[in-house]
């Protein structure tokens, strides 16, 4: 979830980071809306594509068309939250009557990142992708992007030209606010602060409600789907009551990253006990002293620090704790209780959800140790005794004997293997028998160990966030053998997103999951996937033990 920067993609999964360590960028905190005739950088705006204007709620905009595919990007979806809208719910933004013309991206929402990351306070667009030749009223199924980085930084995975010529859909990404910006909890800000990061997305969700009809989309027919992040980002929203009939249908990919110990990311994935209101308010609280808002008005103080100060303070990437909470918490109106609470006691939108890890699973994609900051692989087998009694303490030796260094090439594996095994892979398989006692559920497990997506040189298996990155990669750009699986996810996924039922032509079975049918979909290259009895991976991946000893 932490990757370098490169054109489109500011983090990029697979990809380790910079041995410079992380950077604070200053952002600009803009109060006023960028002037339509301007790109979000300053240049001109690239001109529109004859016959694109498309009306909104709030005035007209024009995008581009290529390969069949137009795209408007930087439409947005809420007041920039800026100046007195910094930590408030989203707000309406202001109606326009010139058109405005979404050619070029949004800039990113603050976070803490590599040097050169160009990024920005009023950062609530969206990016819509749809078929040329998408009429109004024609009802097209919608589906609707969280990107990934931990809750932390953006993966941004915008691409939706396959999945919108594969299965003709509508695809639209949303930006959110991240890190302290988006999740800082204090009694100054009000009751049930926080969780602004999922307002935004729930903000964005009511801006397809009002308008994707004009694009060619149903606003009844709308997948959430994302990665990482991303992914708990649907489980979140499975379990929002303030999400209720926002959309139908969910694709929960590699939702489940967090480990027991909580070393790296907040404590905001899938399966994770997340904070309540009131210990989010006492960090808050610490935070807001650290920045010398702890007595006056509060509220009016913190809103008037810039923003690279906040980020610069708040919680990091490997210090999830240096200030303020940076991920969901249960602030008892967006979230009322954790994902998986609500999954086990069927406190959930009545959805059809997907959901997927890979097989390898780990560290929310980090996979290299960095000067001065805390280890989180192991390259050596004192590194493997330090990692398993540092996450397992007095149940390390057991670990290690369950998983013993004779039996795998590297340390790195081996330590790699019980990492996924206990965060990943055995919560998935509770949270699939929960959920599936509550809503039409679909599981898969991603074996995909060769997809080359994620450019890693380390030997990660089937990678974090796997399936997403195949679904979005240029077909161009692969082997036969993952050609036939991007074909595969992106029939199964369309599928899934006009019907319910992610079965489609020339693609495996897959059955709902449930009391007669406990499979799992092993996805697979070259048309190998097939399904295998959720007994059989519970052995394979020592689920008996994760399971009673393991408690997030």
């Not at 010139?98 to 990016?127: F, I, M």
């Not at 930006?175 to 800082?184: I, T």
């Not at 028998?433 to 080359?452: S, V």
Request: aromatic content about 8%; glycine content about 10%.
């Amino acid at each position: 979830m932490a990757h370098l920067p490169d054109d489109k993609r500011r983090w990029r999964p697979g990809t380790t980071i910079a041995a410079a360590g992380i950077a604070v960028i200053t952002a600009l905190a803009l109060a006023v809306p960028a002037l339509w005739t301007r790109s979000q950088h300053g240049a001109a705006a690239p001109s529109c594509t004859s016959g694109t204007t498309v009306a909104t709620a709030d005035g007209p905009v024009c995008g581009t068309s290529a390969d069949g595919v137009t795209s408007y990007q930087g439409v947005p979806y809420a007041a920039p939250p800026v100046g007195a809208l910094r930590w408030r719910p989203p707000q309406p933004h202001q109606p326009w009557s010139t058109t405005l013309p979404a050619t070029q991206p949004a800039k990113s929402c603050p976070e803490p990142s590599v040097a050169g990351a160009d990024t920005s306070e009023d950062c609530l667009y969206l990016k819509i992708e749809k078929p040329a030749d998408a009429k109004l009223g024609e009802h097209l199924p919608v589906m609707y992007e969280f990107h990934g980085g931990g809750f932390l930084g953006e993966n941004r995975t915008d691409q939706g030209e396959n999945l919108v010529r594969t299965g003709r859909v509508v695809y639209v990404y949303v930006g959110y606010r991240l890190g302290v910006l988006g999740f800082l909890a204090h009694a100054a800000l009000g009751e049930h602060s926080g969780d602004y990061g999922l307002q935004d997305q729930q903000a964005g969700l009511r801006w397809v409600q009002r308008n994707i009809t004009h694009f060619g989309g149903d606003p009844h027919n709308v997948t959430v789907f994302g990665e990482s992040a991303g992914g708990a980002s649907v489980c979140d929203q499975v379990a929002s009551p303030t999400a209720k009939r926002l959309f139908q249908k969910g694709i929960s990919v590699s939702g489940f990253y967090n480990y027991e110990n909580n070393t790296i990311w907040s404590k905001a994935d899938c399966k994770s006990t997340y904070y309540t209101e009131s210990q989010a308010q006492r960090t808050g609280a610490q935070f807001a002293a650290k920045l010398g808002c702890d007595h006056g008005d509060v509220a009016v103080c913190l809103r008037k620090v810039p923003v690279a100060t906040l980020v610069d303070k708040g919680g990091q990437f490997v210090d999830p704790t240096a200030g303020g909470t940076i991920g969901p918490i249960v602030n008892g109106t967006t979230l009322t209780m954790s994902p998986a609470k609500a999954f086990a006691t069927g406190h959930v939108n009545h959805v059809s959800l997907i959901t997927d890890v890979g097989r390898d699973e780990f560290n929310g994609g980090i996979y290299a140790n960095q000067p001065g900051l805390h280890t989180v692989v192991a390259d050596t087998p004192a590194q493997y005794r330090q990692l398993t009694t540092e996450q397992f303490g007095r149940l390390a030796p057991t670990v290690r004997r369950l998983y013993p260094l004779s039996r795998y090439s590297s340390p790195f594996i081996a330590y790699r293997t019980i990492m996924a095994d206990s965060a990943s892979v055995c919560p998935l398989l509770t949270a699939n028998d929960n959920l599936a006692r509550h809503i039409p559920l679909y599981a898969d497990l991603d074996e995909d160990a060769d997809n080359p997506a994620h450019e890693i040189t380390a030997p990660v298996g089937a990678v974090h966030s796997g399936t997403n990155l195949l679904v979005h990669y240029p077909s161009g750009k692969l082997d036969p053998n993952q050609a036939a699986l991007q074909d595969q996810l992106l029939a199964e996924w369309t599928s899934f997103a006009r019907t319910g039922n992610p079965a489609a032509a020339h693609s495996p079975t897959w059955p709902r999951y449930d009391r007669q049918h406990q499979q799992v979909l092993s996805i697979r290259p070259a048309g190998a996937s097939l399904l295998i009895p959720t007994q059989q991976l519970r052995d394979q991946h020592h689920c008996t033990f994760w399971t009673h000893t393991t408690h997030y």
